[in-house]
């Protein structure tokens, strides 16, 4: 029997449908995906979503399961318009938390050896040494030490820096100094220089970087997103930035996606702007996964990574 499978990637997307489409085939010929926004949808038992219009996916009644096609579900369970039971299961995958790796390391590396200053000198003949932040002394603070975050932290370790992590519930991660709880969140903003946010979006996460927790910074501090928009007060950021509190901060994630070209965060100099890329959902790493969650949905047992709802991640 036909498995259909109902789709939606931000806006009808027919060539990544058909993209995944073939991917998942490979592990199920019978898997027919479908647009969300179609008749046919109407029959299917599964979707598979980015960021869909809720309201449409709350209509389909046969559905069994949701899955997102990224590892962050805040797109799915925001606003609690998926108000009643299904399982609602996200992609793990570590193609991409080594990607986001690749991406916070190169961030960090540009901001200690001043990648940016160097171009500015090229462009204006300029041969001299810029100063160099001396990396053994760093401190860097990883919020979020889950799937993604363990990997980010542990790798930056293996590149001699001191990396510490925060989490919900306390883990083990050797080399690593994992902490919990909220007095812990403040010392870490406290004697950090390098603060990384790769929390997911929750009720407890929204706002999290504001100006009282950018205010206890050190004076300097260096601050990377690749979470969600909306954990940070995006004024507040401008704010710490203008004032030279915050020296650099390097964004992939922003409260209202694509940017609006009217946002401030554009226009300085201390921000560095990237259009929600650091760890890209990959079809060809991640299509035996979602394919193993649809089975499992049409026979009614919970996929692996099915969230728990009443935490929201
Ligand atoms: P995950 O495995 O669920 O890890 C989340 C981490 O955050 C865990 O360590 C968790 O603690 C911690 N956490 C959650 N709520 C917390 C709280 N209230 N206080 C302290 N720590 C808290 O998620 P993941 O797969 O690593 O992904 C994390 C997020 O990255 C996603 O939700 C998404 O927003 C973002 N992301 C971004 C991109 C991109 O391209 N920019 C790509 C993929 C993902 P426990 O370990 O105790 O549960
Ligand atoms: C991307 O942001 C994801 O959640 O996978």
């Known amino acids: 029997m036909m498995s259909v499978v109902a789709f939606y990637s931000n806006h009808s997307n027919v060539e990544l449908q058909n993209e995944w489409e073939n991917r998942l085939k490979i592990y199920n010929p019978l898997i027919n995906l479908v647009p969300l926004l179609s008749d046919q949808a109407e ?49 793990v995958d570590p193609f991409m938390a080594k990607s986001m790796s690749h991406w916070v390391v190169m961030s960090i590396l540009n901001y200690i050896r001043d990648t940016f200053g160097y171009y500015t000198q090229q462009k204006n003949k300029i041969y001299k040494p810029r100063k160099e932040i001396n990396f053994t002394t760093l401190k860097i603070a990883v919020y979020g030490i889950g799937a993604i975050g363990s990997v980010v932290a542990k790798d930056l370790k293996q590149l001699g820096f001191r990396v510490h992590g925060w989490s919900r519930t306390q883990k083990k991660i050797s080399g690593i100094n994992c902490f919990i709880g909220k ?16 929390l997911p979006l929750t009720i407890e996460t929204k706002n999290i970087f504001n100006n009282s927790s950018f205010k206890i910074m050190k004076h300097g501090s260096c601050f990377i997103n690749a979470g969600r928009g909306e954990q940070v007060v995006e004024e507040h950021l401008i704010e710490n930035c203008k004032l030279g509190h915050i020296s650099a901060a390097i964004l992939d ?3 209202k996606e694509p940017l609006p070209k009217e946002s401030k965060l554009w226009d300085l100099k201390e921000i560095r702007i990237w259009p ?4 890209e959902t990959n079809p060809e790493t991640a299509a035996k996964q979602i394919a193993n969650a649809i089975k499992h949905i049409e026979n009614g047992k919970i996929p692996p990574n099915t969230i728990e709802r009443k935490l929201g991640y």
């Open 43 to 91: 029959y299917a038992k599964t979707a598979l979503l980015w960021k869909p219009p809720l309201e449409r996916v709350k209509k389909l009644k046969n559905l069994q399961g949701l899955i997102s096609l990224g590892q962050g579900v805040d797109h799915i369970i925001k606003d609690n318009i998926i108000d009643y039971e299904i399982p609602i299961v996200r992609i």
């Open 183 to 198: 007095d812990k969140f403040k010392y870490l903003l406290e004697t950090c220089d390098i603060h990384i946010c790769l």
């Open 253 to 255: 994630v922003y409260r």
């Open 276 to 279: 929600h890329v650091a760890a």
